[in-house]
């Protein structure tokens, strides 16, 4: 509670030292219908009014081809009840409003074409100056220049930040619905795929099999290629991203094909085969609707990669092929017990505490490297974003939806390595026949821990680690069933269905039967992952090899 309350309170100093975002309402000189531009300014100047109609429409004096540090960068007659803009550089942010402010300034807009950044100062000279400074970027300015005639009016206000975005409410259904469906579905998939161990299908189906068991090697390479390739692509983004995008186009469109074609072959068309041919993946003659939904996915695949900028809808298109994805990975890797279940998600938390709260303290700007690789860095020439988030445009009007984040995100990572752990659960219940109680539960405390990470953004008004809420609301949920169960052994090393009952062929009471080979051979305790019962779905006869071959004798009438 004392961290928490301490993380709360450095989160609100920080904000007021580096400064708010506001907005500068620019209209042509007598006209009000006008656009919003983004500013950066420091409220100890002087504050901004709330509402744009409370704010003073003052014209804008264009000046940006000086830089205003001397008294003969002041044009003739000052600045009269007008708004400065300048260019930054060369001297102080306070000899620039100091000069403004004593040639009858109302107000300075401070143009730069490098990162924004607050105009800071000292205590007494925020004493001194009462008028409101704040930054401008230089693209805007051109913008602006473009947009409106020779003279321009000019309003700055500083809304308030609203304490929830509505997109919030998507984002949650999203998450939570993709980890639930997928948890389930690798759960369930995992069980069936038991019968078909020695049934003979085509290629297609085999290939809905193949799943990839983590272990504690694969667990700690796999930690050190995330802290690597986030720190190369902190120092080299603009170089890195585009191979982030290539590989976020092939998987998506892998992941969408997974998802995809279990309803498309129930369809009873397109079952006929491609002639014979030489032509790569096409020389086994894959039926004709599996072409048509390679082609589909592809090409949603390839329609995102080229509009992938495109800002009003681009995201939906990205959001679908990434819950495919994360889908995808859902079913296919596979974590046997709940040991390596805790060992990974401890470690992804460490991994995501660092990144976001301690790297800020070894970054030049200050900012956390997590963050400005998830959402771009500001001073990235590419001005591309990764693709590996889940992305939502805020629906409340705020200077943050102008300023800095349009969107609301939630990594990849914050779906994946939760609902691991629930398609671990799934598996887990049903070998041990108990209604799913640990997926239900684990799957509540996913929901639970992110409204967690929602609250504690609103309060922080930072960037989360939404693995720090997500791990223990998951891990300690689980946990607990299997404590109140008193199965947490079983869960624990993942050895927990129970056994088939023993089946004994009737004998004649009169014969002393022989041992049967069945009787002599040691039936080893199975693993999670060599199930073949299931109480809760009815599954497919056993192979004619499996079956029990016993044999029916008429009942002994002595008896």
């Known amino acids: 509670m004392r961290l928490m309350r301490s ?31 983004c500013i950066f300014f420091n409220s100890q100047w002087a504050r901004l009014p709330q509402d ?110 609203p304490v929830v975005d509505y997109n919030m409410v998507i984002i949650f259904l999203m998450a939570v619905g993709t980890v639930a469906v997928g948890g389930y579905w690798a759960g369930s998939r995992d069980i069936k795929k038991r019968y078909m161990k020695h049934k003979r299908d085509d290629s297609t189906e085999k290939q809905d099999e193949e799943t990839v068991d983590v272990t504690p090697i694969m667990i700690a390479v796999f930690v050190v290629m995330c802290c690597s390739m986030l720190v190369l692509l902190y120092l080299f983004y603009d170089h890195l991203v585009y191979m982030i995008i290539v590989i976020f186009c092939l998987a998506s469109s892998v992941g969408l094909y997974s998802c995809l074609w279990p309803f498309v072959r129930r369809i009873p068309f397109g079952k006929c085969r491609i002639p014979e041919n030489n032509l790569p993946y096409c020389h086994k003659r894959p039926q004709v609707r599996m072409l048509l939904l390679s082609v589909f996915c592809v090409g949603v695949s390839v329609t995102w990669g080229v509009f992938r900028n495109e800002d009003q809808w681009a995201w939906v298109l990205q959001d679908a092929l990434g819950i495919a994805f994360c889908l995808y990975m859902l079913k296919t890797i596979r974590l046997p ?47 591309e974003k990764l693709p590996m988030v889940l992305k939502v445009p805020r629906l409340n009007f705020s200077p943050l939806a102008l300023c800095d984040r349009p969107f609301s995100l939630l990594g990849f990572g914050d779906i994946l390595v939760p609902g691991l752990l629930v398609a671990y659960c799934h598996r887990f219940d049903i070998l041990m026949q108990s209604s799913r109680i640990y997926f239900l539960a684990c799957t509540v405390g996913y929901g ?96 004619e090899e499996d079956a029990p071959q016993l044999t029916e004798e008429p009942a002994d009438k002595s008896k």
């Open 7 to 37: 993380l709360i309170w450095t989160a609100l100093f920080v904000k007021q030292a580096l400064g708010e975002y506001g907005m500068a309402h620019f209209s042509e000189w007598g006209k009000s219908k006008g656009k919003d531009y």
């Open 448 to 543: 639970i821990g992110l409204l967690i990470t929602f609250v504690a953004l609103a309060l922080m008004q930072m960037g989360q680690p939404a693995l720090l809420y997500l791990v223990p609301c998951t891990l300690l949920t689980s946990l607990a069933v299997a404590l109140w169960r008193k199965e947490l052994p079983l869960f624990w090393t993942g050895s927990g269905f129970v056994p088939p009952p023993i089946v004994m062929a009737p004998i004649n009471c009169t014969q002393t039967p022989a041992p049967t080979e069945e009787e002599t051979t040691a039936n080893p305790e199975p693993q999670i992952s060599e199930v073949t019962t299931t109480r809760s779905e009815d599954p497919p006869p056993p192979a």
């Open 337 to 383: 017990t709940f040991k390596a279940c805790t060992l990974l998600l401890v470690v992804l938390f460490v991994y995501d505490v660092f990144f976001v709260f301690i790297t800020p303290y070894f970054t030049k700007s200050g900012e956390s490297i997590m963050v400005e690789v998830a959402a771009g860095p500001s001073g990235s020439s590419t001005h």
């Open 52 to 161: 744009l109609n409370k704010a003073s429409r003052l014209q804008a004096y264009d000046l940006t081809a000086s830089v205003l540090c001397s008294a003969s960068d002041v044009p003739e007659g000052g600045f009269p009840n007008r708004i400065a803009m300048v260019l930054r550089g060369n001297c102080t942010f306070y000899e620039k409003v100091r000069l403004a402010q004593i040639n009858g300034a109302k107000g300075l807009l401070i143009v730069s074409k490098d990162r924004l950044i607050p105009p800071f100062g000292n205590k007494t000279q925020y004493e001194e100056i009462d008028i409101p400074v704040a930054l401008l970027s230089y693209s805007d300015m051109l913008d602006i220049s473009k947009s409106f005639g020779e003279q321009w009016q000019v309003a700055m206000y500083a809304p308030n930040e």
